[in-house]
C-alpha cells in the first residue's frame, strides 16, 4: 500500500492487562484480492497505571501492546492498523490542563522521521511511532495529545495559558513519515482540550481515499458526514473512546448503521474495558457489519480485528437521508400511550400486540412512526415490545436533534420510592426476543433528517448481515430474517440543521 500527499482543507478556507492476549477475528467476508486492501482495528486494554509511574513511562507501556499488535498485523499483510482515543493514557490520573500537558507530545514544525538521530523530548513516543510504522512497513493511524504554543498577545485565540491542546489523530505511512494530523473537533466534555477550527483531513491509501475522524464527530455532520459528501471520502478512520448505550448508542451498532446510511466504509478502534461498558470495535461497510469483536466478559484482553475492503470503493455523497415528510398512515392499530426515557430522552409509546398482519402508530410532535408486523408471541411473558416515537432536543451530557422511530423490548422495574413497578424500555435490556415472522418500520422524519438502522439482536449483539436491510431512497427498515431474537430495531434519527448553534 503506497500513501500520497495528505489533503488538508481547512473550513475557514474553503482510551491493560499485565498479560497480552492478541486474537485475529476472521470475518467471512475476509479473503485477499488484489484489488483490496488489508486494514485492522485494535481495541486496547489500557495497561494500569501506577502513581509511580512517569507520564511518559505510561505511554511507554501502553505502546508495548501497540507494538505487538502492530507487528501481528504486519505479519498478515495488514496495510493498515487504527489504534482507540486516548489508548496512550486513558488511566493516566490527570485533572487538569497543566495535569495533562506531560502527556502530550509537540509537532516537529520540520519532522524528521525514524531515520533522524535527534529528537525534541517532547516528540518521543511520536518518533517510537514512526519507527514502528518503518520497521513494519505498516501504516499507523494513531490517537493522542499534541501541544502548539501561541502567543496571547498576538493570537487573540490563544488559551491564557499560552498553548492549544488538542485530541489529535496522527498517522505514519509504511516509511514512517507523518502524513496527516486531525485535531478532534466535537469534544466530549473534554474540557483540558481545545476546539480547534473546523478541519476536514483526508489522505490517499493505493486508490482509495481515507477521511479521519475521532469518536464524538461521528454524531455531528460536520465533519463526519461531510468528509463523504463534500470531499469523497471513500473510508473514513474513527478512534474511539466510547461508553456503550443500548438500546441505540452502542458503538459498535452506531458504527455499522453510520456505514449503511453513507454507504462508505468505517474503520473503528474502540478502548476495552468491558467493565465500565466500553467494547466493540470493527470494520463497517454499505452492507453492514464485515468484522467486528464484541466480548463484554470483564477479564478480557485487547483484540485485532482484521478485514479487507475494497480498494477505490465508490462513495454515495447524497445530501440527505430522509424521504419528505408523509402524511401518518391512519390505518393502523392506535393504541394507548404511555412516556419512559429512553437514552436519555422522553419516548412516546405504544405496546405492540401479538397477531398476523397487524399496524401500530406512534407519534411525537410532528414525528409519527408506523409499524407493519406479523407477530406470535406465544412464549413471551417477560416484558413486552414498544413502538416508540422521539422528536426534539436531546439534552442530556449534550445537545442535538434527534427524530427517532424504535421497536424495542419494555420491562418493569421495582424502585423504593414507587407503589407500581415502572415501565423501562431499552434501557437496561439485554435478551432479544423473537416470533416476528414479518417487520417493517418507517416515520414521517424532518426532510434533511439523516435516518441510521440501528439493530440489535440478543444479548446486545449484532445480527448477521442480511437477516435485516434498510431502504435508504424509501427510509425503510425491514427484517429478513424470520424469528430473529431482537433487542431494538430502530431509525435513529438526525436533524442537524436543528442542532442548536
Known amino acids: 500500500m503506497v500513501c500520497f500527499p495528505l489533503i488538508h482543507l481547512n473550513s475557514t478556507n474553503e482510551k491493560t492487562g499485565l498479560s497480552f492476549l ?70 493516566a490520573p490527570y485533572s487538569s490542563r497543566d495535569g495533562l500537558l506531560p502527556y502530550l507530545q509537540t509537532i516537529p ?30 501504516t499507523l493511524v494513531v490517537n493522542l495529545g499534541t501541544v502548539r504554543y501561541c502567543n496571547t498577545t498576538s493570537d487573540i485565540n490563544c488559551p491564557p495559558d499560552g498553548r492549544y491542546q488538542y485530541n489529535t489523530n496522527v498517522v505514519f505511512n509504511k516509511t514512517g513519515h507523518l502524513i496527516a494530523t486531525y485535531f478532534k473537533y466535537n469534544l466530549f466534555g473534554e474540557v483540558n482540550f481545545d476546539q480547534p477550527p473546523l478541519q476536514h483531513v483526508l489522505f490517499e491509501e493505493g486508490h482509495t481515499k481515507f477521511g479521519l475522524s475521532i469518536c464524538f464527530d461521528l454524531l455531528f455532520k460536520a465533519p463526519a458526514i461531510e468528509l463523504v459528501e463534500q470531499y469523497a471520502a471513500q473510508v473514513v478512520i474513527m478512534p474511539s473512546y466510547w461508553f456503550n448505550r443500548i438500546p441505540f448508542l452502542a458503538l459498535y451498532e452506531i458504527t ?39 466480548v463484554p466478559d470483564h477479564n478480557t484482553e485487547g483484540k485485532l480485528v482484521i478485514a479487507n475492503i475494497p480498494d477505490s470503493v465508490q462513495s454515495q455523497p447524497e445530501s440527505s437521508a430522509a424521504v419528505k415528510r408523509r402524511s401518518p398512515v391512519t390505518n393502523s392499530d392506535a393504541g394507548a400511550t404511555f412516556e ?92 432479544g426476543a423473537g416470533g416476528f415472522s414479518e417487520l417493517s418500520l418507517q416515520g414521517t422524519f424532518s426532510e434533511g433528517t439523516f435516518q441510521f438502522p440501528t439493530v440489535l439482536g440478543s444479548d446486545a449483539r449484532l445480527m448477521k448481515s442480511g437477516d435485516w436491510r434498510f431502504e435508504k431512497e424509501k427510509g425503510r427498515l425491514r427484517l429478513n430474517a424470520k424469528d430473529s431474537k431482537l433487542l431494538s430495531f430502530s431509525l435513529y434519527g438526525r436533524c442537524y440543521d436543528k442542532d442548536p448553534a
Open 22 to 91: 492478541l486474537s485475529i477475528l476472521l470475518g467471512a467476508t475476509f479473503f485477499t484480492t488484489v484489488n483490496s486492501i488489508t486494514v485492522g482495528v485494535y481495541e486496547h486494554r489500557p495497561a494500569p497505571s501506577s502513581a509511580l509511574d512517569t507520564p511518559l513511562n505510561t505511554m511507554k507501556r501502553n505502546l508495548v501492546f501497540y507494538h505487538r499488535a502492530v507487528e501481528e498485523a504486519a505479519s498478515t499483510n495488514v496495510d493498515l492498523i487504527v489504534f482507540p482515543e486516548y489508548g496512550l493514557h486513558v488511566s
Open 256 to 294: 455499522e448503521a453510520w456505514a449503511i446510511r453513507t454507504g462508505v466504509y468505517l474503520l473503528v478502534a474502540g478502548i476495552h474495558m468491558p467493565e465500565l461498558a466500553y467494547t466493540g470495535s470493527g470494520v463497517f461497510g454499505p452492507a453492514g457489519v464485515v468484522n467486528y469483536t464484541y
Open 109 to 138: 514544525a520540520a519532522w524528521s522521521s525514524c531515520q533522524s538521530t535527534v529528537q525534541p523530548a517532547s516528540s518521543v513516543i511520536l518518533h517510537e511511532l514512526s519507527c514502528m510504522a518503518a520497521s513494519n512497513q505498516i
Open 340 to 431: 419512559t426515557k429512553t437514552n436519555g430522552d422522553l419516548f412516546t409509546y405504544t405496546e405492540i400486540k401479538p397477531g398476523p398482519d397487524r399496524s401500530a402508530t406512534v407519534c411525537q410532535n410532528e414525528l409519527c412512526c408506523q409499524l407493519n408486523y406479523s407477530w406470535a408471541a406465544e412464549n413471551f411473558t417477560n416484558g413486552f415490545f414498544g413502538l416508540g416515537a422521539f422528536s426534539g432536543l436531546h439534552t442530556e451530557n449534550y445537545t442535538l436533534c434527534n427524530e427517532v422511530c424504535a421497536v424495542v423490548r419494555c420491562g418493569y422495574k421495582t424502585t423504593l420510592d414507587r407503589h407500581t413497578p415502572e415501565v423501562v424500555c431499552g434501557d437496561g435490556m439485554a435478551k
